[in-house]
T-cell receptor, first 109, second 115 residues
Framework: GQNIDQPTEMTATEGAIVQINCTYQ??????LFWYQQHAGEAPTFLSY??LDGLEEKGRFSSFLSRSKGYSYLLLKELQMKDSASYLC??????????WGAGTKLIIKP | GAVVSQHPSWVICKSGTSVKIECRSL??????MFWYRQFPKQSLMLMAT?????????EQGVEKDKFLINHASLTLSTLTVTSAHPEDSSFYIC???????????FGPGTRLTVT
């Protein structure tokens, strides 16, 4: 079956770095997505990886290893506004997104 | 980036009535639109996938006669919750895909409360 695993909740300190891991199993693979979702709002797109390696975009970076079925989202210089849920989603061979349950990130001062 | 709108952003209705939610792609043509439901503190649940001009494909466990989806044009899809009940209260989110398969843009969501 298809499955996405990511931690339920993580806590980090303002100004620090946090890494949110995601492992996936899908029927075929057409990329790995990370979305940010604040409470009561729709998800917003953060990153898309389809090739192995690290993609850096400002304070956020995303890594993919297709052979390991593994990705992580790295957030640097954490700010209080980064408190949100982070959703990992893998796109299968039918271009359908398979969603993880999300990781709630709590930032403490 | 591409913009997707939803209307209404929130709605309260009485049990037994029907509610229609609109999803529009404002600056691109969406060949495929997706409807999700999200309960508090849970992840997104895909309800159905709709392609312009054809019948929607519903996920297992989603009643197609209760959740009517119409994708009549390349910029508009509607979800109608028929005979709504309190357990249908949820956050409904649509997303739209353009020409590129990996690009999917989310609407702001519609919060439905059934009393």
């Amino acid at each position: 079956g298809q499955n996405i695993d990511q931690p339920t909740e993580m806590t980090a300190t303002e100004g620090a770095i946090v890494q949110i891991n995601c492992t996936y199993q899908t029927s075929g693979f057409n990329g790995l997505f990370w979305y940010q979702q604040h409470a009561g709002e729709a998800p917003t797109f953060l990153s898309y990886n389809v090739l192995d390696g690290l993609e850096e975009k400002g304070r956020f970076s995303s890594f993919l290893s297709r052979s390991k079925g593994y990705s992580y989202l790295l957030l640097k210089e954490l700010q209080m506004k980064d408190s949100a849920s982070y959703l990992c989603a893998a796109m299968d061979s039918n271009y359908q997104l398979i969603w993880g349950a999300g990781t709630k990130l709590i930032i403490k001062p | 980036g591409a913009v997707v709108s939803q209307h209404p952003s929130w709605v309260i209705c009485k049990s037994g009535t029907s509610v229609k939610i609109e999803c529009r792609s404002l600056d691109f043509q969406a060949t495929t639109m997706f409807w999700y439901r999200q309960f508090p503190k849970q992840s997104l649940m895909l309800m159905a996938t709709s392609n312009e001009g054809s019948k929607a494909t519903y996920e297992q466990g989603v009643e197609k006669d209760k959740f009517l989806i119409n994708h009549a044009s390349l910029t508009l899809s509607t979800l109608t919750v028929t005979s709504a009940h309190p357990e249908d209260s949820s956050f409904y989110i649509c997303s739209a895909r353009g020409d590129r398969e990996h690009e999917q843009y989310f609407g702001p969501g519609t919060r439905l409360t059934v009393t």
